[in-house]
């Protein structure tokens, strides 16, 4: 069953996209797309399916709801950022929580992840939360390496969370179940291994700041310059996306890239003012024209920051659409559904992250959809789409692509991505482990009905995570603090 014309397709259009990646420097989204007419050309050749351009067409625009989500939310970060939001809720949560350094990390870890949580991509938290927090991270104590650790870290546990994941949608659109009550169980998945991992990455290095010292760490120029205001079109966002869980029938169709469009026009009201247009007047220095100084520059670089996305969204799709017409995932199917259930679950934990490194949409959608089919009848079909998502999404600490490690290093001036990788080591185990037990156990309890397969059960277990995840961090404090009174303690008899 193994040895079949299908894997050999498999085989050279995966080849074809790391040749082109590694060897060619090409974006991951213009390989795939290569790799999809390579495959197409081949599967007309030997297995003589209709060789036409719409397959490729088709496939492009298989996620445009999807692109049209991160590019709009693109636009409303921008928006954010230039208004001062993002500042101003900095600054308010440092000075804040200045005295309780773990409350502050994990809120600086939710500021993180918000881009990617509104956007579906990694890439959103690194460059706009990821810019800056990461200072500040830096500035409060925390070496570089693991503050590009956490950026990473919760770039992709954003990318997971909800209300949009790009790679939970993927999977729901081969497996073909809409992608609906994924709130729940995706903060089930992602906020209590999120405490756990910016805990493990930076709670030994960060202590109480002092009132004088917040400037230091944070502009608070910005609480002068703004007012609360600047923060409602946040409140607009959440309000939109409750009420569209309220009164679907009223806000159902009004869909994200709409709330992203009017949340982005409310922005505009609050904060800092900003002109409709104005005219760059340094046009020889470069950099000048990355900066968005008015309105239609938020717009045109939000669609130009989409860019990478769009393209790896495009290529997914037509690779998609390929494999397809070749019969390669319905090779992976078969042949997920034919192995034994231990193999299932030894093959799923390795594959899908190794895949994620290549790209997460695309190893959410070659396997994350056969296993969710393999294992529906054992298991809940969203808890494993939501568990698969992150098992996909953690390869993007891994070669060849390693597209979260790899901008985290940029954030905060690393060289090398493998540095970032290694100092996310502690956090990339306790989330892999994590994503295991709540593919294996959590969705197997609620297949079971020992937690209802309702709000109620998903609430009841939330709760239990998330004491667990709390209590980790308290005895986390106490083991620490006690290693501090030893090296106190052994200073002193030094001296």
């Not at 002092?210 to 608070?220: A, D, I, L, R, Y």
């Not at 939000?302 to 690779?319: C, D, E, P, R, T």
């Not at 991505?417 to 306790?430: D, R």
Request: hydrophobic letters at 55%; one cysteine or more.
């Amino acid at each position: 069953m193994l040895l079949q014309i299908e894997l050999i397709y498999f085989i050279v259009m995966i080849g074809v996209f790391v040749a082109l990646l590694l060897g060619a420097k090409l974006p991951s989204g213009l390989c795939l797309m290569a790799s999809a007419l390579v495959g197409m050309v081949m599967s007309a050749i030997f297995s003589k399916t209709a060789f036409e351009f719409r397959y490729l067409v088709e496939g492009a625009f298989g996620y445009f709801d999807t692109i049209l989500t991160i590019t709009t939310a693109m636009i409303f970060m921008g928006a954010l950022q230039i208004t001062g939001a993002l500042e101003y809720i900095s600054a308010i949560i440092v000075k804040l929580l200045r005295k309780w350094p773990t409350l502050l990390l994990i809120a600086l870890m939710i500021i993180i992840m918000f881009p990617a949580m509104v956007t579906g991509s990694s890439l959103a938290s690194a460059i706009s939360a990821g810019a800056l927090v990461a200072p500040i991270m830096i500035k409060w104590g925390i070496p570089r390496a693991k503050t590009g650790a956490i950026v990473a870290m919760g770039s992709i546990l954003g990318m997971v969370a909800p209300p949009v994941n790009v790679p939970a949608m993927v999977i729901c659109d081969v497996v073909d179940i809409p992608y609906t009550n994924f709130t729940l169980p995706l903060l089930l998945l992602v906020l209590p291994i999120a405490i756990v991992s910016v805990i493990l990455l930076g709670r030994k290095y960060v202590k109480p700041i002092e009132e004088e010292e917040v400037s230091k760490v944070v502009n608070t120029d910005i609480l002068k310059e703004v007012k609360w205001t600047v923060a409602i079109p946040l409140y607009v966002l959440i309000a939109l996306i409750i009420g569209e869980m309220i009164w679907p029938k009223i806000l159902g169709s009004f869909a994200m890239p709409g709330m992203f469009v009017v949340s982005t026009i409310v922005a505009f009201f609050f904060g800092r003012k900003v002109p409709f247009y104005k005219k760059h007047e340094n046009q020889e220095n470069e950099n000048d024209e990355d900066k968005a100084i008015c309105v239609v520059d938020v717009v045109r670089l939000g669609v130009l920051k989409s860019f990478g996305a769009m393209g790896l969204l495009m290529g997914v799709g037509m690779f998609m659409e390929v494999i397809a017409l070749n019969g390669v995932r319905s090779f992976f199917v078969a042949n997920a559904l034919m192995l034994p259930n231990f193999w299932k679950y030894i093959s799923m934990a390795i594959t899908l992250p190794v895949f994620g490194g290549i790209s997460a949409f695309g190893s959410a959608s070659v396997l994350g959809g056969p296993f969710v089919m393999s294992m529906y009848t054992t298991r809940t079909s969203i808890t494993l789409t939501c568990g698969f998502s992150l098992m996909a999404a953690i390869g993007e600490f891994l070669p060849p692509t390693a597209m979260s490690a790899t901008f985290a290093a940029s954030m905060v001036e690393e060289k090398k991505w493998s540095v970032i990788s290694k100092a996310a080591l502690p956090a990339f185990i306790a989330v892999y482990v994590y994503g295991l037990v709540y593919i294996i156990l959590f969705a197997k309890l609620i297949f079971d009905e020992v937690f209802p397969s309702t709000t109620a059960g998903y609430l009841i277990l939330f709760g239990i995570c998330m004491i667990l995840a709390l209590a980790f961090a308290f005895v986390y404090q106490l083991i620490l603090n006690g290693m501090k009174k030893k090296e106190a303690s052994e200073l002193e008899e030094a001296k």
